[in-house]
């Protein structure tokens, strides 16, 4: 299986965008690819845990690349990318809605960034053992089975509701023009 150094190592010369970007960096500075990843690797975890603006960077993060790998696969002929990237915006979407109700009290914790950024790393992984599998087979996917009939049902209620309401808004609305119209026809 290899050191995690030398997988590290076999993970920056596989083909791709990164392998390119740390080769054309490497001609430019005469800096092994190791160690301008290394030291990467290093500034972005000093600075979520110490820097202004952590937030911001975490969510980027957590979002522009996964995004440029979703664009990929829509475009790829491949169905398991797809899945893998919307199981990723699966969990997420929940990751975010839990966070907004608990964000006021974790953000005082130390280096909440720093745990945020890895857990979203981890969802992300190109791995069978990353978070968004793990999380989505073992907590979302039990819950959604268990609940999705009444959701629905719900969903649907609140749609023919909906659409009743902007019946009657539209049809009232209509009247009142047609009223409009001929009132003012009358003052003529």
């Not at 990164?18 to 490497?26: I, K, P, V």
């Not at 966070?99 to 890895?118: N, R, V």
């Not at 999380?135 to 959701?151: D, E, S």
């Not at 749609?159 to 049809?171: E, M």
């Amino acid at each position: 299986m290899g050191s995690l150094q030398q997988r590290f190592q076999t993970f920056l010369d596989r083909p791709g965008l990164l392998a390119d970007l740390l080769g054309r960096l490497e001609t430019k500075t005469g800096i092994k690819r190791y160690y301008l990843a290394t030291g990467t690797v290093a500034f972005l975890g000093l600075y979520l845990m110490f820097g202004y603006g952590a937030s911001l960077l975490c969510n980027l993060i957590g979002f522009v690349y996964p995004a440029y790998f979703s664009i990929k696969a829509i475009e790829s002929s491949s169905k398991e990318d797809d899945t893998m990237w919307l199981t990723y915006w699966v969990v997420y979407g929940v990751f975010s809605v839990a966070e907004f109700f608990s964000d006021t009290f974790l953000y005082w914790f130390p280096f909440y960034y720093a745990g945020k950024c890895l857990f979203l790393v981890w969802c992300m992984a190109p791995v069978s053992w990353n978070g968004s599998q793990v999380l989505y087979q073992n907590v979302i996917r039990p819950c959604f089975l268990k609940h999705h009939r009444t959701v629905d049902s719900v969903i649907s209620d609140l749609s023919g509701k909906a659409l009743n309401a902007a019946s009657t808004v539209t049809r009232e609305a209509s009247k009142a023009a047609v009223n409009l119209g001929l009132e003012s026809d009358k003052t003529k």
